[in-house]
């Protein structure tokens, strides 16, 4: 028994090495840009997204706002309290919409840690999470920006969020922002790596192709946006499972929709969410999440078969 023990750590260690040495440069590039730019551009940003949303009509104005909301390098609890900020200065829900929901989708530093998944996922993740904005700011424009109509948020319990960017020197503002998002990151990480690890030996990749792959598309789909819902605690945790659920045969498809319901049902961002939104709206938007990462994961498999 215990040769079987020692057999397996070192198995297990031998492929947690490899798959650590491969992408960990791929975090640590991510975090330095994601902190770079919330020290050095977030200001710049959230000002961009505020005199758009303010002078850019029509559907030029979503564009932008799904453009600076994958620039935002805040997290959900950062960005609902921006968005709220913003509404108080007269800006409209639609745009408000667009901005969150690709913010909620994407950021500079989880784009950094895709480019470990390949250039093709990497900009079926930067154009989804493009479109899924601006189509939520159409759809909001379309039922809940008409005159007399309700509005769809609700951030009467939100304040601006806090500012923790503030040391008067540059070069030790940008060390504290890199140290709090390792700690933000570090053991997400490293879990993700771990539970690739555990698929790698204990799950036959022929299990894996099964489920998610081409053959059996519609379920395939379908199951990888349902466990986006409990797997997806941080973004990039999330990457070495999927490189490791690609290598053993997971359909682009499958890996598109993981990748929009994931962090748009991320457990610790639905609280939030669930108070901007109310209860209705609240439905409304998993549904919205479901049908387009579905949508988005047929064209996707359809384009790549």
């Known amino acids: 028994m215990l040769d079987i023990i020692q057999r397996e750590a070192i198995y297990l260690w031998y492929y947690f090495d490899l798959q650590l040495r ?3 440069w791929y975090w640590v590039v991510g975090i330095v840009i994601g902190s770079f730019i919330s020290v050095f551009a977030k200001n710049w940003i959230h000002a961009a997204a505020e005199n758009f949303g303010r002078r850019v009509p029509g559907i030029f104005g979503l564009v932008f706002a799904s453009v600076l909301g994958i620039a935002s390098p805040l997290c959900m609890y950062g960005t609902i309290p921006i968005c709220a900020a913003f509404s108080r200065k007269g800006l409209k829900d639609d745009f408000l919409a667009a901005f969150m929901m690709s913010s ?10 895709s480019t470990a998944l390949g250039g093709t996922l ?4 930067i154009l989804s999470s493009f479109v899924c904005g601006i189509l939520a700011g159409l759809l909001v424009r379309i039922f809940y920006c008409k005159e007399n109509a309700e ?3 609700d951030f009467s319990s939100f304040d601006e969020p806090d500012d923790h960017d503030t040391d008067p020197n540059l070069l030790l503002r940008l060390l504290k922002n890199i140290w709090r998002n390792i700690k933000a990151t570090g053991l997400w990480f490293l879990a993700g790596i771990a539970l690739s690890v555990i698929f790698q030996r204990y799950v036959p990749a022929e299990a894996t ?3 998610f792959g081409k053959e059996n598309e ?5 199951m990888a946006a349902t466990i986006g819902v409990p797997l997806y ?4 945790g999330t ?3 999927i490189i490791q659920w690609l290598s053993d045969g997971m359909s682009y498809g499958s890996a598109a929709a993981f990748m929009i319901t994931g962090p748009a049902t991320k457990i610790t961002n639905l609280g939030a969410l669930k108070i901007a939104l109310g209860a209705k709206h609240f439905a409304l938007y998993i549904a919205f999440v479901i049908v387009f990462s579905l949508l988005t994961g047929a064209l996707v498999n359809l384009i790549y078969f």
């Not at 909620?104 to 950094?112: R, T």
């Not at 605690?233 to 990039?236: L, R």
């Open 218 to 222: 519609g379920f395939g789909l379908l």
């Open 22 to 24: 491969q992408i960990f």
């Open 104 to 113: 909620i989708l994407l950021n500079p530093q989880l784009i950094i840690y």
């Open 233 to 236: 605690a941080c973004g990039g």
């Open 209 to 211: 192709a099964k489920l």
């Open 239 to 241: 990457i070495p499972l």
């Open 122 to 125: 990497l900009a079926v993740r």
């Open 151 to 153: 509005s769809y948020f």
